[in-house]
């Protein structure tokens, strides 16, 4: 049998798949190419049968069974829980990156309302949000700060009047860095203002008191620290702060 | 609007099922008519159709669309058809009392002949045409006559039909004249 070399092309330039270049090529061989114009009418005749037989179609019944069985493995429609479940298991086992994204920022703004509530609530609480009811006092709670804070005052203020400075400098400078550390004057400034609140008088001034020696305590230094310590005690004495601590603290709260 | 195969096996991979039923009713007439086609009954069809998309399923992870899915699948149902063809010629070989099933030709002689708007004549010629192309398509080597199906009955492109069957372009147009020169022979042997 004859061939040609370029007789495969037959089936490219029948289908139409040749650009525009190939085919004028082509169709210069194939006006001179016997082989290529024998092909090319065997084409021509049989494709259009080809072409015109229809395909036998599937049996209803076997394409309904068909169907029914790869629905069942692919497609079915699934149950709301289990879409649900595997929405949740997507997130934790294979997160795509915006999920992951919107995980955090998430979990960042938990995060914040957590800390925002945390933060609120270790604020001091104003005097007037407290409500009288089972029998305690309107500021009960303000009472309570105040009352602590008398304690702890008292306690370093004693300490501070019955060490004697010479023997004992390590505990002076001590007591000092506790009253700076413990928010002793933080919390004279809280104590203040809740005594204002309740307009009372003879609170203020024992807090302006203790004040004045906590302040001069927390700048003790090394250096001048006897003089420091008996100009403090000198106060103590004097102003008889630490009897009046105790009586406010047993009679009025 | 219509998800591309590509976003939907992007999804498959990802774990998402219901995006591979997708696919799978997106392809399964295609998978079962060029089955159909290669095998020459719409039982045996089935059959390799199905196994075709659970092997697509499964090795989905390995697909690194370096041709399109739609390629893919066709090489996978090509390959299933023509091993399902050479199991069956085994069982066939080994059996010795193999039934006859008459059935698919009596239904196509009955769907030819109720074809309403031709002439009684036409329909004999039509059915003589179609059992001469049944006929001929069968006795192909398999590779040529998946070639000859995806030309001439899917309409594909010879590059693409090399994709699906592995082969230089060059062979699939060797086997595409082949088949037809063989057609056309037995046509005219006919008439």
């Known amino acids: ?253 | 609007m219509k998800i591309s195969d590509d976003k939907l096996v992007e999804k498959t991979k990802m774990g998402d099922n219901r995006a591979f039923g997708k696919l799978v009713k997106r392809y399964q007439n295609k998978v079962l008519y060029l089955a159909y086609d290669l095998v020459g009954n719409y039982y045996d069809a089935q059959d390799v159709a199905q196994n075709v998309f659970y092997q697509a399923f499964k090795s989905l992870t390995f697909f690194k669309a370096q041709s399109s899915f739609s390629t893919w699948l066709y090489r996978i149902t090509t390959n299933a058809a023509i091993d399902f063809q050479r199991s069956k010629k085994r069982r066939q070989a080994m059996s010795l009392n193999q039934p006859m099933s008459g059935k698919k030709d009596d239904r196509e002689l009955i769907d030819t002949l109720k074809d309403s708007n031709k002439p009684f004549d036409k329909k004999v010629e039509d059915l003589d045409m179609k059992k001469i192309i049944k006929k001929t398509t069968e006795s192909l080597p398999p590779q040529q006559r998946a070639a000859f199906v995806l030309k001439y009955f899917h309409d594909k492109p010879t590059e693409e039909i090399a994709e699906i069957l592995n082969c230089d372009p060059i062979t699939v147009r060797g086997h595409i004249l082949r088949a037809t020169l063989k057609l056309r022979k037995q046509l005219k042997a006919e008439k």
């Open chain 1, 1 to 253: 049998m004859k061939t040609c070399d370029r007789q495969y092309l037959v089936v490219d330039y029948f289908f139409d798949e040749l650009d525009k270049k190939q085919k004028n090529e082509f169709e210069k061989h194939l006006a001179n190419c016997e082989i290529c114009q024998n092909h090319l009418n065997a084409f021509s005749a049989t494709a259009p049968i080809i072409k015109r037989q229809k395909r036998l179609l599937p049996e209803k019944k076997l394409i309904n069974e068909y169907s029914q069985q790869l629905k069942a493995n692919y497609y079915s429609p699934k149950k709301f829980s289990t879409t649900i479940k595997e929405f949740f298991e997507s997130l934790i086992i294979t997160p795509s990156i915006p999920i992951r994204v919107a995980e955090a920022a998430v979990l960042i703004l938990i995060g914040i309302f957590i800390g925002k509530e945390i933060i609120w609530k270790s604020q001091p609480v104003p005097v007037q949000q407290f409500v009288n009811s089972n029998g305690y006092g309107a500021s009960y709670v303000s009472d309570l700060i105040v009352k602590n804070y008398l304690q702890e005052t008292e306690m370093i203020l004693l300490d501070v009047a019955n060490i004697d400075p010479d023997e004992d400098e390590q505990v002076i400078l001590s007591l000092s860095q506790l009253a700076q550390y413990g928010s002793l004057l933080q919390k004279t400034s809280l104590c203040r203002s809740q005594a204002e609140e309740t307009n009372n008088e003879k609170l203020v001034n024992l807090i302006d008191d203790i004040e004045l020696i906590l302040l001069e305590l927390c700048n003790v230094e090394k250096k001048t620290l006897q003089e420091k310590i008996f100009e403090i005690r000198q106060q103590i004495n004097e102003s008889n702060l630490l009897f009046e601590i105790k009586n406010y603290s047993g009679d009025e709260i």
